[in-house]
């Protein structure tokens, strides 16, 4: 596979944690806002939200408050469930460090 | 447009928390109009509040279509059992107006009514524990210490304020059990509700459950008056304890009303 192509992946794995973690704890209708939100208030697509994790924690701040630790907890569960990585819970990581461990650990497991 | 999309615009996000507004102002006139006019109160109360406990019970149950099925998730259970106990309080209203009107039971307490509000508490509390649950790691361990100690505080003052009037009349059994079930059951769901409020303080997600809290906190405060009022033999068909129970089932409809289409 190459980088592009396993890049791809990960994003697309990134993405459907995101979903499946909001659907998990709220509903699909939190998924359906949440994404409209995104698009409409800050101008972030679906397929840019790899590249804007900063700006989630942000915004899973604003939307759910102190529950957005357990929020980016869960995606970060579900998305090292998808890549076969075990999941070490950090007090205080936020996903973007939990995203950013992962690929160091996929990276070193390559190499 | 329908009911969901019309919850979803910005603008009547607003318009129908002033009107609920409005409408808790609207019952508070009438209320203080009707302590001149017992008659009229007793039957204005009588027959506004199964009406409320409706709208509270059909607001759960849009939520719960909403939020259930192949849109479910992890909120379908705490709206299902929000949506369960909101159906035993509106028949427990029902039932409370029956024996008033049809009976010609003026004060039906304790009755079949306590057995359906009573019931209604197990499911309020699982939702409420459902819904706080998931979350439960946002409380630091201090936290939890001092939620723990407030709720004892809380509860210890919920029941001295309740048992010693209980205690001193001469109730009959089912009287007294009934009487000591509502303190002891408020401050359980208390329990839940306050810490519950810490959490979702802040995020735009949890601003239909702060009205949902509300509700609870008005229906415990009228509990608390009712069971004082009754005690004390002051308590009348249409006293300011059910306008308490009318603005908690507004508060109540309000909030699941605004669930229904979650507005991040």
Redesign the interface.
């Known amino acids: 596979m190459s980088i592009q192509a396993k890049s791809e992946a990960f994003d697309r794995a990134l993405i459907e944690s995101i979903d499946e973690a909001?659907?998990?704890?709220?509903?699909?209708?939190?998924v359906d806002?949440?994404h409209l939100?995104l698009k409409n208030k800050r101008s972030i697509n679906q397929q840019d939200i790899p590249n804007s994790l900063q700006t989630l924690s942000v915004v899973f701040?604003?939307?759910?408050?102190?529950?957005?630790?357990?929020v980016e907890?869960?995606i970060a569960q579900k998305l090292y469930l998808k890549l076969g990585i075990e999941f070490r819970r950090k007090e205080e990581s936020r996903l973007v460090n939990y995203v950013e461990s992962a690929k160091k650990i996929l990276g070193s497991a390559q190499a | 447009m329908s009911v969901v999309e019309r919850s979803h615009s910005s603008a009547h996000k607003w318009k129908i928390e002033y009107s609920f507004l409005t409408l808790a102002v609207l019952i508070a006139a009438v209320y203080m109009y009707g302590q001149s006019n017992l008659n009229f109160i007793a039957y204005f109360s009588y027959a506004t509040t199964p009406i409320e406990a409706f709208a509270a019970f059909a607001m759960a149950a849009l939520l719960l279509r909403?939020?259930s099925g192949?849109?479910?998730?992890?909120?379908?259970r705490v709206f299902a059992s929000y949506c369960l106990g909101m159906l035993f309080w509106f028949l427990a209203e029902c039932t409370w107006t029956f024996y008033a009107l049809v009976a010609r039971i003026e004060i039906p307490y304790p009755s079949i009514a306590d057995a359906f509000w009573l019931l209604g508490y197990a499911p309020l509390l699982m939702g409420l524990q459902w819904q706080v649950w998931?979350?439960r790691?946002?409380f630091a361990p201090w936290k939890r210490v001092t939620i723990i100690l407030g709720m004892f505080i809380l509860t210890g003052t919920i029941l001295f304020l309740t048992i010693p009037p209980l205690l001193q009349g001469n109730q009959d059994p089912v009287t007294l059990t009934v009487s000591l079930a509502y303190p002891f059951l408020d401050a359980v769901l208390l329990s839940v509700a306050i810490p519950f409020l810490l959490?979702?303080?802040?995020?735009?997600?949890?601003r239909f459950a702060l009205f949902v809290i509300l509700g609870l906190v008005l229906q415990l405060a009228g509990d608390l008056a009712f069971a004082q009022s009754f005690l004390s033999a002051t308590y009348y068909p249409g006293s300011p304890a059910d306008m308490v129970f009318d603005w908690s089932y507004l508060a109540l409809a309000l909030g699941f009303y605004k669930g229904v289409?979650?507005?991040?």
Not at chain 1, 61 to 70: A, H, N, V, W
Not at chain 2, 70 to 76: H, K, L, W
Not at chain 2, 199 to 206: H, V
């Open positions: 909001i659907r998990s704890l709220f509903s699909q209708q939190v806002a949440f939100n701040e604003k939307y759910f408050g102190l529950g957005s630790r357990t907890r869960v | 909403e939020h192949r849109r479910g998730g992890g909120m379908s998931p979350f790691e946002a959490l979702f303080r802040r995020g735009s997600y949890w289409k979650p507005n991040l």
